[in-house]
């Protein structure tokens, strides 16, 4: 891209390594393919409204707004719901060597520290939509501060130190102004809870650090179920209450529309050691014909579903991806009628209350 130049098309040329013109990142929140040196360069089309075989690709100066977004891994993308999502920031470089999850965190004063992941809080982000990461729950924001990481009040007059990117290929937390400082933690042999973090330079020769963004997750075994066959759940749901539930939808149901339409729910607490006062931040649920589950009797009917972690009746925080339930083993005929109570899906069925 040359200097003073607002677009410019994208060609193939023989890869070089380290090569500044050739290096891309995806940024998660943005959904945006960016020059990694200059990340307000963006990936886009040259139209917008008729797209032909041979449209050219272009670089374009990003005014800040999103012009153009991309899909590279839809599974992961699709919890990252710029505003609403929420996550944690796991460091998987310490993980792997040590079996254990540290996390960037916050507390109430301004740091930003390194430390043991655990269930509160003070380990949660959000993001918006122009790439600030907030505290949940706080109008603070991931600040850089000389060679540092802070949180400081959200604000647009901080937009040069205060707005990243997360970069899916190389899993990087880089800042938008220069693609190549990146966030990592100095020590990598020795990580004391507190650690503060660090915005080095690459450039300069510092190795980036790897970052899984988390959120709230839901996920079955396999996607093709024979019917009768047992539906193991398995969730992670970062902001769980008491009355958190897991529920079966038919696909293409929107449960903020619908919540009644489930055919079967079970309380996220209730199971195994559990009792239904506990707050469940993981587990699994199995739906089957010994389960104590709320809606139709068992087994699920033929057809296709999707599984919601819900937080409270209209409340979903997550979904699965869709399931299939095949009726390729003879059957008992389902009992298809289901209540509509004043707050759940269904009556709650007896083994709970």
Not at 60 to 71: K, R
Not at 96 to 110: F, T
Not at 158 to 175: E, S, V
Not at 317 to 329: A, Q
Request: proline share 3%; with cysteine.
């Amino acid at each position: 891209v040359k200097k003073g130049e607002l677009t410019t098309p994208i060609v193939l040329k023989k890869c070089k390594d380290e090569h500044t013109k050739q290096t891309f990142a995806y940024s998660l929140f943005h959904r945006t393919i960016m020059l990694r040196k200059n990340p307000k360069m963006v990936m886009t089309m040259s139209s917008d409204d008729v797209l032909y075989a041979n449209t050219v690709v272009n670089l374009s100066q990003s005014n800040g707004s999103i012009q153009q977004t991309w899909m590279i891994n839809q599974y992961v993308v699709k919890n990252a719901n710029t505003v609403e999502s929420i996550f944690r920031i796991v460091a998987s470089f310490y993980s792997e060597k040590n079996g254990q999850q540290l996390c960037l965190h916050h507390r109430e004063k301004k740091s930003v520290l390194f430390g043991l992941c655990d269930n509160s809080k003070k380990m949660l982000w959000t993001t918006d939509v122009e790439g600030r990461f907030r505290a949940y729950q706080k109008n603070k924001c991931l600040t850089k501060k000389r060679d540092g990481v802070v949180l400081k009040k959200c604000q647009e007059s901080n937009d040069k130190i205060q707005l990243w990117a997360y970069n899916l290929i190389d899993q990087n937390i880089f800042l938008l102004i220069n693609g190549y400082k990146v966030i990592s933690v100095v020590n990598d042999t020795d990580f004391a809870s507190g650690k503060q973090v660090k915005v080095l330079d690459k450039m300069k020769g510092i190795e980036g650090q790897n970052w899984i963004i988390e959120f709230s997750s839901i996920s079955l075994s396999k996607i093709r179920f024979n019917f009768r066959e047992a539906i193991a759940v398995t969730f992670r749901n970062l902001i769980p209450n008491k009355e958190t539930f897991i529920a079966i939808y038919p696909a293409g149901v929107d449960p903020k529309k619908d919540a009644s339409a489930s055919a079967m729910w079970m309380f996220a607490a209730c199971v195994s050691n559990r009792t239904c006062d506990d707050v469940a931040h993981s587990g699994e649920v199995i739906f089957s014909e010994n389960s104590v589950h709320g809606g139709n009797a068992w087994p699920l009917s033929e057809g296709e579903w999707q599984a919601f972690v819900m937080n409270d009746f209209f409340l979903p925080v997550t979904h699965s991806d869709i399931f299939l339930v095949s009726k390729e083993v003879s059957s008992v005929p389902t009992d298809a009628s289901s209540s509509i109570p004043s707050k759940y899906p269904s009556d709650i069925p007896s083994g709970y209350q």
